[in-house]
């Protein structure tokens, strides 16, 4: 593991983001004590398919019952929450 201090991290960063993009992970330090790790991000695990992702919520929704359908419906809608917030 690569090691680097703030100063040079600051002064690097577009570098070091190629680095751990390639994999590498990158510890920083501040006076010598570690501070963070730089480390690349594992890969998604989610589905990336929108008829999977579409077809996952209807199966979410035939199995809720009508009391979890009712608490839903009597939750603001996103435009409320929005209107609500340009109020202030």
Same mark, same amino acid.
């Given at each position: 593991?690569?090691?680097?201090?703030?100063?040079?991290?600051?002064?690097?960063?577009?570098?070091?983001? !190629?680095?751990? *993009?390639?994999? @590498?992970?990158?510890?920083?330090? /501040?006076? $010598?004590?570690?501070?963070?790790?730089? &480390?690349?991000?594992?890969?998604?695990?989610?589905?990336? !398919?929108?008829? *999977?992702?579409? @077809?996952?919520?209807?199966?979410? /929704?035939? $199995?809720?019952?009508?009391?979890?359908? &009712?608490?839903?419906?009597?939750?603001?809608?996103?435009?409320?929450?929005?209107?609500?917030?340009?109020?202030?």
């Amino acid at each position: 593991m690569k090691t680097v201090g703030a100063y040079q991290a600051k002064t690097h960063l577009p570098a070091l983001l !190629d680095e751990v *993009a390639q994999g @590498e992970k990158i510890m920083i330090t /501040r006076h $010598g004590a570690p501070v963070a790790i730089l &480390s690349p991000v594992p890969p998604a695990s989610g589905v990336s !398919d929108p008829k *999977a992702v579409v @077809e996952g919520l209807r199966r979410i /929704r035939e $199995g809720m019952t009508q009391t979890d359908m &009712s608490i839903i419906e009597m939750s603001p809608s996103i435009k409320e929450m929005i209107e609500e917030g340009r109020r202030f």
